[in-house]
């Protein structure tokens, strides 16, 4: 339970430093080389004396996702910078959490999983949260509410779609490249996130490395220890946990902290979402 707990303190402070992150200037793609390189030192160490894996379609397969997947990973991590700035860390939390439902839907659809009832309940509740988050508010925030819940949705399907290659990578790859699959994916999301920071004459400096550190490194131990906490936690007791204690602990720290308030249409959409969350992770 201490490995579930820390995980799920770790998968929250990734929300956190984005919104406070977020009152500084600092170069996007600069930070994201950083965050993104800091995940490889971890993996180089775990593969210190091991044999390289043998060069063959497995593996070329294999980098291939990688590619794919570090792509999908640099378009989440933007979409979570743009909604924490827009929505606001608590909103971002709770949907990036929703990114569940893509693999699910993917499931369902290219490989015949049926759903079950607690599915089918879980789905319901999204289509409610969307139908609720997208009621105008009054005010004259009419406005404001499509072009936000739009980012959140891009947000949603962003982050799904990264859970999304994982089952792909499962049904199509060779489980014994994880590791490789996982470290490569942080190989191409670092040099593609360096490359655009040269070709944009970016810059990569104190604050860029101070944020990219602190994103980077609760970025990859939120996901070892969650690993960890499996071997002695049941998945359907530890996914469920680690996904609404996170936004739960977003939620405290952007009430607290940032003094973030929400809209009482938002904070019912939170509300049905979390319970979404439990029944789409069982």
């Given amino acids: 339970m201490v490995y579930l707990i820390a995980a799920l303190l770790c998968s929250a402070m990734v929300s956190i430093v984005l919104k406070a992150g977020g009152r500084w200037e600092y170069d996007r793609y600069g930070m994201l080389t950083i965050n993104y390189l800091s995940c490889l030192f971890p993996f180089a160490a775990s593969r210190m004396g091991q044999p390289a894996p043998a060069i063959d379609s497995d593996l070329a397969l294999c980098l291939a996702f990688a590619a794919a997947n570090g792509l999908l990973y640099i378009e989440g991590m933007v979409m979570n910078q743009i909604n924490v700035r827009r929505n606001g860390a608590m909103l971002q939390a709770a949907f990036s959490r929703l990114g569940v439902m893509v693999p699910t839907c993917l499931s369902i659809i290219c490989f015949g999983e049926r759903p079950s009832i607690r599915g089918i309940i879980g789905l319901t509740l999204v289509l409610a949260a969307f139908l609720m988050m997208n009621i105008p508010q009054g005010n004259g925030r009419n406005e404001r509410t499509k072009p936000a819940f739009f980012l959140l949705i891009l947000g949603l399907l962003s982050n799904g779609l990264v859970d999304s ?32 920071t040269i070709v944009r004459h970016g810059r990569i400096g104190r604050r860029e490395l101070v944020l990219g550190l602190c994103l980077g490194i609760p970025n990859y131990l939120s996901s070892l220890l969650l690993l960890k906490s499996l ?52």
């Fill in 165 to 196: 290659m994982l089952k792909v990578f499962e049904v199509f790859g060779r489980r014994s490249l994880d590791d490789w699959f996982m470290g490569s994916t942080f190989i191409f999301a670092s040099l593609l996130c360096l490359i655009i």
């Fill in 231 to 282: 071997s002695s936690v049941s998945a359907y007791i530890a996914y469920p946990t680690y996904s609404v204690g996170a936004i739960l602990v977003v939620m405290a720290a952007s009430a607290t902290v940032f003094k973030e308030r929400l809209s009482r249409w938002s904070l019912i959409s939170i509300a049905a979402i979390i319970p979404a969350i439990l029944l789409l992770n069982i």
